[in-house]
């Protein structure tokens, strides 16, 4: 993919775990991915591979001084939105109601981050590009397809991602797919908006990235093997079939196998 990615699209992933080679290892093994611990300047960030194109980023969590934290957050994936200006983001975010985890933050020439959370609490990233766009490869057996928003208010969420960056949410016209809300950027779905109704009790507001696999039941049973559990075993949906996983270290992600070859990004 050449360009940036258009404001609003998510355009990066990445993974935060104890073990950090050890998620790297079981992804490898799972996508195909390609990676290695990063070099000391970086906080040992590694940026994984797969066609010789950035698809993630997993890195160790640690404090900002380089401590081990205690107690060891959770493993999580962490969604990233484009933005044209990472300030600018994080002040109408704070003024619709959200909070700052992560300040503004320069990545040496790769560009420009920073972590927050939506009035619901769900947790998310921002990313002003600089020499790094994001993903190279997304819509491909392997690499990530879709980002999903799960939430106690969609309501609250719509607004508050529309009033931020030029999000617009749609309700779903997909068949079987009554309450979703799609995520538009330029008339183009980027992104999916549901109830948390659906999940377990007690489960947060979250971003979950889906993964597109040539086989789903194949992909769940390689996780399961790896050491991975299923959160919810394959099964058949309006667009594809698909299953919900978690690696070894808990961290939580979907896989997809569209019934049909989705539309392919117009990132600039």
């Known amino acids: 993919m050449n360009g940036s990615y ?5 355009c990066w992933i990445d993974l935060m775990v104890p073990d950090q080679q050890a998620a790297l290892d079981f992804y490898s093994g799972l996508f ?5 611990v990063g070099p000391p ?3 040992g960030y590694s940026v994984c591979l797969y066609k010789e194109q950035p698809v993630a980023g997993i890195m160790k969590a640690m404090n900002p001084d380089g401590s081990t934290p205690d107690p060891m957050p959770p493993a999580v994936w962490t969604t990233y939105l484009a933005v044209h200006d990472v300030h600018e983001v994080v002040r109408a975010g704070t003024a619709a109601g959200g909070s700052t985890i992560m300040d503004p933050t320069e990545v040496m020439d790769l560009g420009r981050m920073a972590v927050l ?10 990313w002003q590009a600089g020499t790094f766009p994001g993903a190279g490869i997304v819509n491909e057996d392997n690499t990530l397809t879709w980002n999903e928003l799960a939430t106690t208010d969609p309501q609250q969420a719509a607004r508050y991602y529309s009033t931020i ?9 997909m068949p079987g797919a009554e309450g979703y809300t799609e995520l538009k950027v330029n008339g183009r779905a980027v992104g999916g908006l549901m109830s948390l109704d659906q999940h377990p009790k007690g489960t947060p507001p979250h971003w979950l990235p889906y993964f597109r696999v040539a086989d789903a039941d194949a992909t769940q049973a390689a996780c399961e093997k790896a050491g991975g559990s299923v959160m919810a075993p394959a099964f058949d949906m309006p667009v594809g079939r698909m299953a919900v996983l978690a690696d070894p270290q808990g961290a939580v992600f979907a896989v997809i196998k569209p019934n049909e070859a989705p539309e392919q990004p117009d990132p600039m």
């Open 32 to 36: 195909g991915w390609s990676g290695e």
């Open 6 to 10: 258009r404001p609003g699209t998510p």
């Open 117 to 126: 959370a939506d009035p619901t609490g769900a947790v998310y990233g921002i």
């Open 165 to 173: 960056l030029p999000i617009t949410p749609a309700s779903s016209e």
């Open 41 to 43: 300047e970086t906080g």
